[in-house]
């Protein structure tokens, strides 16, 4: 394995790395890059960057970089990496954080295919409350205009009761959308800002 | 023992055999689940990976419904289970948080209840012996292994009522109603779940490693109390050329042994049929 360098001189964007320091809580000062994320990480075949490099661009506040990567998007969240971390630094937080500044940023294009499931699975629980899976999946088929995958399945699903094709029915539905206003709105307040 | 429960959405729909054999299980050994009226989406994992407050805000409403009947939550999906309890550590460290989290569902909330997985409240606080003296049907010689995937045990300052990297408790469990319980190292991997719409063939990797590890500790089915997991697993085995491994959920193992009504109807449901496994082992 490559050696590492232990100290890196911050040579980008050091506004960028305090934050995503403050927005995620995570001090990730404090990574000496052990790799020991990138070796317990799940899915680190399919990224770009592993994730003790996605830590050292933010050190170094290589903006463009860490919001540009697959990486990111292809984290599944599983945790394995902040429970292991011998320096608590919540990679998982960090890569939230990164995630919702590329999305401010529109620069998703190594995600396009997560982001369109994110956005999907989000506007259902905004429309009906609860997630409304037929409905789901048939949105992402439209949208990644991927018709045919998984196609025997879906149906065998449906036969067997798995999806429903009455939509979940609340009573404060109106309730769980104005979350959903009051996020926009602060968002375009952040944006104006 | 009574808490508010929160069933989450899949339980409705793709894991609707969990849902029922939760609702069988609790019944029969007592622990009483009060549906929370008008739950809505904990939002889990799209909405804290895209937007933190909207994260908090979808798992807050609940939270804040169950402070209003002042009951503690049960659960039965770890992601919700990771959400909600993730959203009332945030607000109990952090005031700032709870004001913002108010404002967003415009409930009140001051992070008063906890909220328990269903196999801890069922290990912990029913405990094994009680199961054991209820066991009619021992699941005599089905070799098993337990898989918990990430979030019942990750990150441990969240959640955390078993090792994170060794857990035990359902080990424990299956053992109790008779199973031949094998250790493996695939009880925490992660499956790939929530990327299972997006990048199949990452989880379609993932599932397929899994699946083989547990081939190989010589079990014929795996055991779940994840319905984010039970989907995966099942569905993208049905990917690969191996036999596939049967995927229950352990209450659906708890009404099996204890001769529950209702436990053939639940395992109709699953894409990997357990019937052939289960004749023969006369069950």
Partial sequence: MQYVAKSVPAIGDTDFSSEVKEASGTNIDRCYQCLTCSLDCPVAFAMDYLPHQVVRLVQVGLKQEALTSATIWVCANCEACATRCPNDVAIPRVMDTLRAMALRERVVEKGKDIVVFHHTFLENIRRWGRQYELSLLLQIKLRTRDFFSDLRLGLRMLRQGKLKLRPPRLKDVAGVRAIFRRIDQSLAEGERT | MKYAYYPGCSLETTAEEYGRSVRAVCAHLGIELWELPDWSCCGASSGHSTNRRLAQALAGRNLALAERVGLDIAVACPACYLRLRSTRKEVKDNSQNREELVRLIDMPYEAKYDTRHLLDIICNDVGLEELKKRVVRPLEALQLVSYYGCYLVRPPEVVGFDDPENPQSMDRLLAALGAEVR?????????????????????????????????????????????????????????????????????????????????????????????????????
């Fill in chain 2, 183 to 283: 250790d493996w190292s695939g009880k925490v991997s992660c499956c790939g779940g929530s990327l299972a719409l997006s990048r199949k063939e990452v989880a379609g990797r993932l599932v397929a490693e899994i699946s083989e590890m547990a081939r190989q500790a010589g079990a014929q089915a795996m055991v779940t109390a994840c319905p984010l997991c039970h989907s995966n697993l099942e569905i993208r085995q049905a990917d690969g050329k191996q036999n596939k491994l049967p995927v229950f959920y352990f209450t659906e193992l708890i009404g099996l042994a204890m001769g529950l009504d209702g436990a053939e109807s639940w395992l109709k449901k699953h894409l990997i049929s357990p019937f052939s496994l289960l004749a023969s082992h006369d069950l």
